[in-house]
């Protein structure tokens, strides 16, 4: 294989892995936008959903669409649940004591999933097929290519959606001022929990994509850690952001793992993520307030 | 109608607001609450609209009725849902959304069914400029059109009553006529009651019928905008009349 050919080839398999990163950064800037919230528990909200998965699927035997279906509406709910419960109650309050809060969340379910499941790999039934991709004469692992797509089109059509529908002009104003949302007859909680259930859903696919590429264990959710760089690099505020930030930082990472030793491709994230606070602190596409008095 | 009794505010548990405010606004009535910067004056306008715990105020006595109905316990959007809308002090439109995406937004203060075209159509009826700005980033409109974007927002709930802060805030004296032109149309038009919070003590009782006084959270003079005009304090504290060059 031609230099030129493998770089091609990294490139498209880093960028299709940078999709679902996109899904994932979508779940964690929503619920930013809806309430200055960082979610650290996204990662296990992932993995949860990734079991729910398992065990309506296999467990359960129901089938892999029953079995989509089923880990949506868990995850819907156990999302609802964290916010009300957790979230809800430290409206007001410091940031850094909210992110506390969701860490918390994370260790509890990670600490739930490990007595339930135990710690150990779990097969799931494949959803993607495995034949592979081949564009040109590059070729693409069929997973990796069928969960890019997947992912893809769920962000499009969220971000179209948060776009275009009332719902997203409801969660827009509640970004730029919870007090101006309530004066225009918008119930905020209402919308943070709106947050929570688009968190869930992102959070629901990308957990079953991610299970299905690699395998299901209870480290799954670690991944939502590089996701960390997807959304700095795009900008907090930045929801249409999500989407170019996840294919640079899904491509990045790849190419240094072709060029550097296994190591540096894991700090690839953290290391760009600090670069951009340090030079482009909004990230590529957050821009600073439009304001005139 | 709209009754304010003996209201009594606190800030963070010490710190006191209000004393003892009340105030009075009849069924499509303009009236104007006048007063020094820190009377009372905004306090007493988000009292009404429910906006005091999210700002940790609190109510500590006295009543506020909506047609008989106390609404102090009330969430700031049911009060909203209720047909009493707030224009915040500083306009507050939302900058980075267009001017429609902003006229969308306030759907959700809507009491009865109204199709958007008919809500937006209104709007643009009497605020022209916004129809031709409403693709616009909002946060790119001058002053003027931002203050008529926020009293379009209003239009778009279709309340009963208003409750407007500051309207003339850093506005040029041309448009400020211009704005309490509409304001005034639309009260008269639309059968919309105004409470008006309002430096600007001369216009203010130009367009309202009645006014009051705020003192340090009390309510300390009240009266007709005749009235109001014609008294000595008033004329010396908020016309910049002097008594003597008035005689």
């Known amino acids: 294989m031609s230099p030129v050919q493998l770089f091609l080839e990294y490139s498209i ?14 779940g964690i800037i929503v619920i930013y936008k809806s309430s200055r919230t960082f979610n650290f528990a996204m990662g296990e909200m992932m993995m949860l959903s990734a079991y729910f998965f398992y065990a309506a699927a296999v467990t359960f035997a129901l089938g892999p669409v029953l079995g989509v279906i089923v880990a949506l509406i868990c995850s819907i709910v156990i999302a609802l649940v964290i916010e ?46 495995r034949s592979p991709v081949m564009l040109g004469d590059i070729f693409v692992p069929g997973k990796t290519a069928r969960g890019f797509a997947i992912a ?125 606070l340090l030079v482009r602190p909004n990230g590529l596409f957050g821009s600073k307030e439009v304001e005139r008095i | 109608m709209l009754e304010i009794r003996n209201l009594e505010v606190v800030y963070q548990g010490v710190i006191q607001a209000l004393a003892d405010l009340s105030v009075t606004i009849p069924e499509g009535a303009i009236v104007a609450l006048l007063g020094a910067n820190g009377a009372g ?58 001017v429609e995406e902003n006229l969308i937004a306030a759907t959700f203060a809507q009491r009865h069914k109204r199709s958007r075209k008919d809500a937006f159509d209104e709007v643009y009826s009497y605020f022209p400029i916004l129809s031709t700005r409403r693709n616009q980033q909002a946060g790119y409109l001058s002053g003027g059109e931002q203050q008529m974007l926020a009293i379009g927002r209003a239009l778009v709930a279709d309340p009963s009553m208003i409750l407007l802060d500051e309207p003339s805030l850093g506005l040029a004296p041309l448009i400020v006529n211009e704005i309490f032109e509409i304001i005034s149309r639309i ?18 009782l130009k367009y309202a019928s009645y006014g009051y006084v705020v003192e340090s ?28 060059e008035a005689a």
């Open chain 1, 13 to 26: 398999v880093g960028i299709a892995s940078g999709g679902i990163y996109a899904l994932i950064a979508l």
């Open chain 1, 84 to 129: 009300r419960v957790a979230i809800r109650p430290m409206l007001g309050r410091p940031f850094i004591s909210v992110v506390m809060v969701t860490f918390g969340v994370g260790s509890i379910i990670r600490g739930v999933v490990g007595m339930v499941w135990g710690p150990s790999d779990l097969q799931i039934p494949a959803i993607l097929s």
């Open chain 1, 152 to 276: 893809v089109v769920i962000v499009v059509a969220l971000i179209a959606y948060l776009r275009y529908s009332r719902a997203g002009v409801a969660l827009r104003a509640t970004a730029a001022s919870a007090i101006t949302a309530y004066s225009m007859g918008i119930n905020v909680r209402n919308v943070i929990a709106f947050a929570w259930v688009i968190a869930a859903v992102t959070g629901c696919i990308s957990g079953i994509l991610m299970a299905n590429i690699n395998s299901l264990t209870p480290h799954l959710g670690l991944v939502a850690l590089n996701v960390l760089a997807v959304v700095i690099l795009g900008g907090m505020g930045s929801i249409s952001g999500v989407l170019v930030a996840g294919f640079i930082i899904g491509w990045l990472e790849a190419i240094t793992g072709l060029f550097l030793p296994t190591g540096f491709r894991e700090i690839t994230p953290y290391i760009l993520a600090l670069i951009i």
């Open chain 2, 41 to 98: 004056k905004t306090t007493t306008l988000k009292a009404i609209s429910g906006f005091l715990p999210l700002e940790g105020g609190r109510i500590t006595s006295g009543s506020i009725r909506i047609g008989g109905q106390d609404i102090a316990k009330l969430a700031p959007h049911q009060i909203v849902r209720r047909g009493v809308f707030h224009v915040r002090e500083g306009r507050h439109i939302f900058g980075d959304m267009t």
């Open chain 2, 187 to 204: 009260n008269r038009e639309k059968k919309v009651s105004i409470l008006l919070v309002e430096q600007n003590a001369v216009i203010a």
């Open chain 2, 217 to 244: 959270g009390r309510t300390v003079l009240e009266g007709t905008s005749q009235e109001l005009n014609s008294n000595e304090d008033i004329q010396k504290f908020y016309l910049g009349v002097d008594a003597a």
